[in-house]
């Protein structure tokens, strides 16, 4: 694939690996990066979509499925990060998989200074807590970095991170 | 806050409770609640939460949705319920038919020493739960009442939202196992067979 192409399908790209790999639950706090990642998991009747509150929901929702031998992705953007922490406790004392896709805000061109705060700390505050972090910048290798976080995930009992930078998103423009 | 007495034994309601569980999926709220389940007799279809705060419905949510031809239960205490109340909202809108909740109500954060807790102050969780739009939302008071909610929880469609007032007086302390890993391999062996390996 092109770059252009795939600056434009890469959750295509995104949603295909999740089916390749037996993602049969989706829980997210709608946003923007991943509304039509969202909406084609939504149109999947095959796919259990969840709507949280909360990003942590989906931390322990997505641990009580592994336990329930379905496997899970879950969607959020970098502000959300910060709320699953303590959560993710339960991944690590328990060896329960996590795959979470992060969309990046406040790194790259970032016209909402409230998104810097959360944005600039994601890593480390994922690192903090032993999450595997891996970061996607170039739209040719979602496929690629997708498929690695997830079989890491599923194969080794981690959990594990996929940054999506905004690089990759585009900056959001505000009405001029 | 209300007038009426809360006469209740902890241990007893999760025990009775429990003895009409038949197959059930069993997850427990960090603290006494998880102490309470380990007492009424250990199961490999327990999963004690020993952390977590907040999380243990909607995680019960996750396995509702992963066993639908299985009743899920989760047992939880007022202020670990209170840490997850977005998870009522989320729970409503999902409706798992097969979910139900029991959160063992002292007024109190029991397992930090006591502390007044909101339910006390008269927030009434169930009637939270009821306006997210849980299916079935009931309170017991009594031992009549606590023998009524067994087959409520266990066979009635959910998801289901059960308040049990109960008293404040000390019970023994009993411990499950706490490494996280050795529980979650027993709770899948048990759930999943030789699948738990994949
Ligand atoms: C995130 C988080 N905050 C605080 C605590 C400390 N803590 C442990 S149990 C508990 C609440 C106990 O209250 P409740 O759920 O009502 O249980 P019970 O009264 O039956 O002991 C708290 C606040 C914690 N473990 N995690
Ligand atoms: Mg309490």
């Not at chain 1, 994601?122 to 032993?130: F, I, K, P, R, Y």
Request: net charge negative; charged share 20%; aromatic share 6%.
């Amino acid at each position: 694939m092109n770059e252009v192409d795939a600056a434009i399908a890469w959750p295509d790209e995104i949603y295909g690996v999740l089916k390749d790999m037996d993602v049969s639950q989706v829980c997210y706090v709608p946003d923007a990066g991943h509304k039509i990642l969202i909406e084609r998991s939504i149109a999947d009747n095959q796919m259990t979509t969840v709507r949280l509150t909360t990003e942590e929901e989906g931390v322990a929702m997505l641990a009580g499925s592994w336990l329930g031998g379905a496997k899970g992705a879950l969607l959020m953007q970098s502000s959300g990060v910060g709320n699953c922490i303590n959560m993710v406790g339960i991944n690590q004392e328990c060896r329960i998989p996590l795959l979470m896709l992060v969309t990046m805000r406040g790194e790259w061109g970032e016209f909402n200074p409230w998104q810097t705060t959360m944005g600039q700390g994601t890593q480390d505050a994922l690192e903090s807590v032993g999450v595997i972090v891996h970061r996607l910048d170039d739209a040719t290798q979602t496929a690629d970095t997708i498929r690695a976080a997830a079989r890491q995930a599923f194969l080794s009992y981690r959990p594990v991170a996929v940054l999506i930078g905004q690089r990759m998103i585009g900056y959001k423009e505000f009405a001029k | 806050m209300t007038d009426k007495q809360a006469t209740l034994d902890r241990r007893d309601v999760v025990s009775r409770i429990l003895a009409g569980r038949e197959d059930a999926l069993v997850i427990t709220g960090l603290g006494s609640a998880t102490w309470d389940t380990a007492a009424a007799g250990d199961n490999p279809l327990n999963f004690y939460l020993w952390g977590g705060m907040g999380g243990a419905a909607v995680m019960g949510l996750g396995l509702a949705l992963a066993q639908p031809d299985r009743r899920v239960l989760v047992i939880t205490g007022d202020g670990e319920m209170m840490m997850g109340l977005g998870t009522l909202a989320t729970i409503a809108v999902a409706a798992p038919s097969n979910l139900a909740v029991m959160v063992i109500d002292n007024e109190r954060y029991g397992e930090t020493g006591m502390q007044e807790g909101h339910t006390g102050a008269g927030v009434d969780l169930g009637g939270m739960a009821a306006a997210a739009g849980w299916r079935k939302t009931t309170i017991a008071w009594t031992e009549e009442e606590v023998n009524a909610l067994a087959p409520i929880l266990f066979k009635e469609p959910g998801p289901i939202f059960a308040t049990v007032k109960v008293n404040r007086d000390p019970v023994p302390l009993v411990l499950p196992a706490r490494d996280g890993t050795a529980i979650r391999a027993r709770f899948r062996a048990a759930l999943l067979g030789e699948k738990a390996a994949e």
